[in-house]
């Protein structure tokens, strides 16, 4: 089992390689082309070999793209029980500006390829079909793979633990300072009592290596004994 982070707008992705097959963690919105680049280019694997792509909680910087990655793949998605699926749909409202911006570029080059002779092919559809995560589910095809909800940042925040190689995907539960190489706790969250029941539960799991929404991947041993802003 391989781990592959993609640095892309707004937060990590992870692309795990499982075997023979592939799935994704998180995918900020119009960051979906960064994943299929590492996918192709860097992996060199093809799209249709992703087979489910889930995200940590509902925030546009982690589930803004899920969407957009699971139609080019034909995948399945994933996502935590909670979380909404007008929260999935909608998330990239936030960000009509920028969306308007491409619609103009990109009607503006078609018509140009139209009128040079050139013919187009439209994107295939698929909508793909939506899981719904409870915690303590194995993952469909990703069976050493299991589900914890973790509130605190959000209410639906999920992470998502390897057990035989102890490793924590662990959206925006845990984030990682550079500077200190030392995990940190998010600056926003909906409940901090709820945030530090989640910690000590991830804390009993001893994770061997910790992948977060934002900042390093860190390794080593009792990496939750010492977070930063948890006393």
Known sequence: MQIHRVKSRGA??????????LMVIDVAFMAEKSVMAYVTDT???NLQEVDLVLCTHGHTDHMGGVRR?????QAEIGIPSSTSLWQERL???LFLPLLAGWLVRRSTSLVFRKESGSSI???PYFDPPVIKLEPADSLRGFDNWITIHTPGHTADSYCYFH???????SGDTLLASGKDKRLVL???YNSRSKLQRSIAELR????ASVHPGHGSVLFGSHLLDNIVGSS
């Open 43 to 45: 992996m060199n694997r």
């Open 69 to 73: 990655l699971a139609r080019h793949c």
């Open 186 to 188: 998010p600056a926003i």
């Open 163 to 169: 057990l035989p190689s102890k490793s924590l995907i």
């Open 121 to 123: 092919q439209p994107e």
């Open 12 to 21: 990590n992705s992870y692309v795990i390689d499982e075997h023979d097959r």
């Open 204 to 207: 009993n799991l001893n994770p």
């Open 91 to 93: 998330s990239s409202l």
